[in-house]
């Protein structure tokens, strides 16, 4: 198991996420989210990815927490947890001395959404 292992490391370093050098200027997020997209439950699954200047430093996907009665619902699901992410990453920065001298910028698809925001 141990060789199987240290095989599969050998033939994946060229793999991964890769963190760049240099000052960080912004927190830009992005985020979507399908309408019932379970057949199961009709739960809807969101997801996120944050990147701190050009890399990208959180994402998640995972099915919501309750049912919405439509796609504007599920979507300002998505950006709320996007945004909660994203006030826990500033805050992270500050503690560790690093300022970030713009604001967030969420990026979100659903038209309704952007319009009532």
């Known amino acids: 198991m141990v060789k199987r292992i240290l095989r599969y490391v050998k033939g994946t370093l060229s793999v991964g996420l890769h963190i760049g050098a240099g000052s960080v200027q912004s ?3 992005y985020s979507d989210a399908d309408w019932a997209g379970c057949p199961d439950s009709w739960r809807s699954t969101s997801g996120y ?3 701190l200047g050009d890399n990208l430093v959180s994402w998640s996907s995972k099915h919501q927490k309750m049912v919405s009665r439509s796609s504007a619902k599920a979507e300002y699901r998505a950006v709320a ?3 909660a992410e994203c006030c826990w990453l500033r805050q992270l920065l500050q503690e560790l001395h ?3 001298p713009s604001a967030t910028i969420v ?3 659903n038209v309704s959404v952007v319009y009532d925001s």
């Open 98 to 100: 690093v300022s970030i």
């Open 27 to 29: 927190l830009t997020a």
């Open 107 to 109: 990026y979100c698809d």
């Open 81 to 83: 947890h996007v945004v």
């Open 49 to 51: 990815c944050i990147f």
